[in-house]
């Protein structure tokens, strides 16, 4: 039976007080207590972003394996023939999953990876996720 490995994830808002994007909204991952993704601005799911990264991160072999007409967000980009084709096939292939299309898509592709996220609390500005899946 496969070991699973089991993670701690906030997902934090705050405000950006830098000079160039002062008022921007922040949405912040952090794993373990620890800041791993972070996405800023609005217009577009910030939250779905920053768990696309997560699971890119995590997860990239497993993407490879996947039908990219099948998850809406995944994409292959074959930079030779300069196209987006449905399946990985190797060099040349780009890997992209782009989570400001929604957090549905997300949750679907974590379904299909057997990523278990489990909601835990919510307090002002951040969400608390038990995340756990089998280890590779």
């Not at 060099?91 to 679907?108: F, I, Y």
Request: hydrophobic share 30%; with cysteine.
């Amino acid at each position: 039976m496969a070991k699973v490995k089991t993670e701690y994830v906030v997902v934090r808002w705050t405000t950006s007080k830098g000079r160039d994007t002062y008022g921007y909204n922040i949405c912040s991952m952090l794993i373990d207590g620890n800041k791993e993704f972070s996405c800023n601005g609005g217009g577009y799911d910030m939250t779905g972003t920053v768990w696309a990264d997560f699971i890119k991160s995590r997860f990239l072999g497993k993407l490879k394996k996947l039908n990219a007409s099948k998850f809406y967000g995944l994409r292959f980009y074959n930079t030779k023939r300069q196209k987006c084709q449905n399946t990985w096939t190797g060099e040349h292939v780009n890997v992209s999953l782009d989570g400001a299309c929604g957090m549905m898509p997300m949750e679907t592709i974590m379904d299909k990876l057997k990523i278990k996220r489990e909601f835990i609390v919510r307090n002002k500005n951040q969400e608390l996720f038990c995340v756990s899946y089998p280890e590779q």
